[in-house]
C-alpha cells in the first residue's frame, strides 16, 4: 500500500510563488509515475503536472511556464513549484501515484494512489 501526504499550501497574492511537497509513505518502489492535480470551485479536477520514474515530465497548458514538477527519489517526495499564480490557480491540490507505466503523463485522474489535498488561495 502507498501512503501520499501534501504539505505546502496557503494564501499568497497573485504573482507569488507557493512549492507543495508530497511525501510518500509504503512501497514507494511500486510506484512508476506521480502527478499533481486540482480542484477548484466550480470546476472539475484536472490534472496540473505529471512525472515518470525516468524524469520525464508533462504538463497542463494552464500552468506551462509557471508551475514545474519534480521528485527526489533519496526523500521520497514530490514537489510542484508554483510562480506567477493566478487567482484561478485556487484550488484543493492533490498529489496522486500509479504503478502502472501506462499511466505516465497522464493528466486524467486514473491514478490508483491519491492524497488528501493542501489547498492552495491567490487572491488578486
Known amino acids: 500500500q502507498v501512503q501520499l501526504v501534501e504539505s505546502g499550501g496557503g494564501s499568497v497574492q497573485a504573482g507569488g510563488s507557493l512549492r507543495l511537497s508530497c511525501a510518500v509513505f509504503?512501497?514507494?518502489?511500486?510506484?512508476?509515475?506521480m502527478a499533481w492535480f486540482r480542484h477548484g470551485p466550480g470546476k472539475e479536477r484536472e490534472g496540473v503536472a505529471t512525472?515518470?520514474?525516468?524524469?520525464?515530465?508533462t504538463y497542463a497548458n494552464s500552468v506551462k511556464g509557471r508551475f514545474s514538477i519534480s521528485q527526489d527519489n533519496d526523500k521520497n517526495t514530490l514537489y510542484l513549484q508554483m510562480n506567477s499564480l493566478k487567482p484561478e490557480d485556487t484550488a484543493m491540490y492533490y498529489c496522486?501515484?500509479?504503478?502502472?507505466?501506462?499511466?505516465?503523463?497522464?493528466?486524467?485522474?486514473?491514478?490508483?494512489?491519491w492524497g488528501q489535498g493542501t489547498q492552495v488561495t491567490v487572491s488578486s
Open positions: 509504503g512501497y514507494t518502489y511500486n510506484i512508476h509515475c
Open positions: 512525472i515518470d520514474s525516468d524524469g520525464r515530465t
Open positions: 496522486a501515484a500509479d504503478p502502472r507505466s501506462v499511466v505516465a503523463g497522464s493528466l486524467i485522474d486514473i491514478y490508483k494512489y
